[in-house]
């Protein structure tokens, strides 16, 4: 499984939580996901739902999704078009609910990735291609990548009536 598209980062790297992923003015009040998806990352940066492209990335540093275990979060960065978040580390609930909605969370060391590089996510390589150097991730098992295929946990579990892989 590949991905390519260009990265995004923030001012603030670490600790993004889940407010700034989707402000909480929006998470209670919009239920449609492609509506929610406009607001996303707008308390970092205004006009990121208009920038970003189909396939993009988000990186960041360490915790990425800190705060409420709310699904709204990974789910308006999915339908933002959003190809995975790439961060140090992830809030473990935040990980749980990205796989659950078909959201790839890759953990990796993001210090040289820079706004606006042209990645190449490689899932069975276990590697990001960012311009002329690599950086090692460990390889998506191949159950989680027939998980993300499906659209996440929630979308295998109705495809399949149960636990298919």
Not at 30 to 53: C, G, S, T
Not at 57 to 62: E, L, M, P
Not at 90 to 119: M, S
């Amino acid at each position: 499984m590949k991905f390519n598209g260009r990265a995004r980062r923030f001012k603030q790297n670490d600790d993004i939580n889940t407010d700034y992923i989707i402000s909480g003015r929006y998470k209670f009040k919009i239920q449609d996901p492609n509506e929610l998806a406009k607001h996303v990352m707008e308390d970092l940066d205004p006009n990121f739902y208009n920038r970003v492209q189909k396939g993009d990335f988000i990186v960041a540093g360490r915790n990425f999704g800190c705060g409420s275990s709310r699904e709204q979060a990974p789910m308006a960065i999915k339908y933002a078009g959003i190809s995975a978040v790439i961060a140090k580390s992830f809030a473990r609930i935040f990980y749980r609910n990205c796989y659950n909605l078909g959201l790839l969370a890759i953990e990796a060391d993001t210090d040289n990735i820079q706004d606006g590089d042209e990645l190449e996510v490689d899932l069975d390589a276990g590697a990001i291609k960012d311009k002329d150097k690599k950086i090692k991730i460990a390889p998506l098992p191949k159950t989680m990548q027939i998980l993300l295929e499906d659209g996440g946990l929630v979308e295998h579990f109705k495809k399949y009536g149960g636990f298919k892989i």
